[in-house]
């Protein structure tokens, strides 16, 4: 299912703030730490409540490209019990909810993880998560179990954490979340000391930009929906179709790598969805990551695709990354002279021909 922003922090809260409200009276102690924090539970709810407000303005603030959180923090009263705490959760995320629905397509805020910036869905889903894990920090103070809805952790999963792989052999979602953020055990898997999520990828690109297609919305695409993008006449092509029902696959089966998959091109000026570009997964035994495209016909002609392999391959080659990379690679028919000039202008040389493909190759310097 396609992460819906504004409804995914509506459910969390509701489920969440039922939850605390539970705990949010005179029998409880709020000023004792949280479990497994240093904070207090009160200060764990003026962190959620200033999480909340801080990712708004972010959105509001529209701070992508200034390497910096807008310089605002929110603070308790003086004075302010349990209930009044919850009462300031619930406020706050109303208030992020409103501004992610309202947040027009294009708009970044700035976020260090992972490459410096985060869409209004990317700001809705940290905040969900912030709030699902911190709501059960405090819980945990009293020894009261938590445990939210199935379905939206998985969303949370999908969507902030594509590198994990998802819930089997009898796992709970709740569960793997838990994992991945470092506060529970997985079979199989060492306990986290350190963690972070993932925001997808944003790259400019002249005229248009390269947004990476995160795990729900190449399912979506895969099922014929649009993936969160609006697209100029005639796309989808069905190429793009296919390169994301292979990205849903390798995220099921857990083997999926973000920063080896699929890109929409969209064009800056009225942000339309013209193409996609990307790989065909991680770079191979001898270091080649093999790259694709397509646009959508009535977009061809404008340069956009030799702009955006350019600076998808600048931004790629000069990763230094985790997977030793030799170079790009790139096959095309014999008789597509026009992808043969994008790949050319793009830097690509001519390698020895594969099959009955033409081979074209940018080593790494």
Not at 1 to 12: C, Q, T, V, Y
Request: charged residues 20%; aromatic residues 10%.
């Amino acid at each position: 299912m396609l992460f819906n922003g504004g409804n995914r922090i509506d459910e969390a809260t509701a489920h969440a703030v039922r939850a605390l409200r539970a705990v949010a009276t005179a029998e409880y102690d709020w000023t004792r730490p949280a479990g497994g924090l240093e904070w207090s539970c009160l200060f764990t709810a003026e962190h959620i409540g200033g999480d909340f407000t801080g990712y708004a303005g972010q959105l509001t603030g529209r701070t992508a490209g200034t390497g910096a959180y807008v310089p605002f923090d929110i603070h308790l009263e003086e004075g302010t019990d349990a209930d009044g705490a919850v009462r300031v959760v619930e406020a706050t995320a109303g208030m992020l909810a409103a501004v992610v629905r309202t947040t027009p397509p294009g708009v970044r805020g700035w976020h260090p993880y992972l490459y410096g910036s985060s869409d209004a869905a990317g700001f809705a889903a940290m905040g969900s998560v912030e709030l699902l894990l911190h709501t059960y920090d405090i819980l945990r103070a009293f020894d009261v179990a938590y445990e939210p809805p199935a379905e939206l952790c998985e969303a949370l999963l999908a969507r902030q954490f594509p590198k994990v792989a998802p819930a089997r052999d009898g796992e709970g979602h709740w569960e793997v979340l838990l994992w991945a953020t470092g506060r529970g055990e997985r079979a199989g898997h060492g306990r986290l000391e350190r963690w972070r999520w993932h925001n997808p990828l944003h790259l400019p690109a002249g005229p248009v930009a390269l947004v990476e297609v995160a795990v729900d919305a190449a399912a979506d695409l895969a099922a014929g929906g649009d993936g969160g993008f609006r697209w100029v006449e005639g796309g989808p092509f069905e190429g793009t179709r296919g390169a994301a029902g292979r990205i849903a696959k390798a995220y099921a089966a857990g083997t999926h790598r973000p920063e080896w998959g699929m890109f929409a091109v969209v064009r800056e000026e009225d942000q339309l969805a013209v193409g996609a570009m990307g790989f065909h997964g991680a770079p191979d035994e001898e270091g080649w990551a093999e790259v694709g495209y397509d646009l959508v016909p009535a977009a061809r002609g404008n340069g956009y695709a030799t702009q955006a392999l350019s600076a998808l391959a600048e931004f790629t080659l000069g990763q230094a990354g985790d997977v030793p990379l030799s170079g790009l690679r790139a096959l095309a028919d014999p008789d597509n002279t026009a992808s043969h000039g994008v790949l050319t202008r793009a830097g690509f040389v001519r390698a020895a021909d594969r099959d009955a493909n033409l081979t074209f190759e940018l080593r790494r310097p």
